[in-house]
């Protein structure tokens, strides 16, 4: 058993991980801004205390005395670089001071390669909006990269994320391309993805690189 602090755990990758993580033995602090907006996300293995991830003094608060640290926040209500640089910055320093060395993150499909130095987000055509939020992503990569952490970012497949999907346990991880099942899987289950968090907060196998997430 190991014990977890999940930032961004009322959102909807948030509670599959908490679920998924509990649901095998570890225990978990769930990480929100405001915990009365969240009664239900409390339970066995499962403690929520309020934090915020672009804050470290919080982050190194809330992280003491935790295994590894999972990353599943976003928010759409500031641009999205201007959050992710400050959230990568807040949990380099948060988590060294907490002790805490091992961080495992959501990213973006969009980053993801459709050929060799070639991402997804800088092909021909890619939205514009899209385009915003994927490079904030890219910017929370470029913090992680120069830190001393044991990171690993996890993207999932660029296709529609399916909240109401079971857990179908099918899911691999690895490899930096956007992945040849997307093109044949419309949706891919926030279920999986949770579990595929957790695998690598349990087992760690990749470190200091993103990798992608698929069936």
Known sequence: MSRFVLFGAGGRA????????????HEVTAVVRDPA??????????????????DADRVAAVAAGHDVAI????????????????????LV???ARAGVSRLVALGIGSLLEV???????????????????SLGHAAELAVFEKSALDWVV????????????ARTGRHRIGGGQVPA?????????YADLAAALVDEAETPRHHRVQVAVSY
């Open 115 to 133: 050929s060799p130095g070639v991402r997804l987000v800088d092909t021909p055509g890619f939205p514009a909006d899209a385009r915003a939020f």
């Open 14 to 25: 948030g509670t599959r991980v908490a679920a998924e993580a509990a649901g095998r033995g």
């Open 154 to 165: 996890l993207a999932p497949p660029p296709v529609f994320l399916d909240e109401q999907a």
């Open 93 to 95: 320093d948060g988590l």
């Open 37 to 54: 907006k969240y009664p239900d996300l409390s339970g066995e293995n499962v403690r929520v205390v309020a934090g915020d991830v672009t």
């Open 181 to 189: 099942s997307a093109e044949g899987d419309p949706a891919f289950a």
């Open 71 to 90: 990353q599943v926040t976003a928010r759409l209500d500031v641009p999205s670089e201007e959050f992710f640089t400050a959230a990568s910055h807040a």
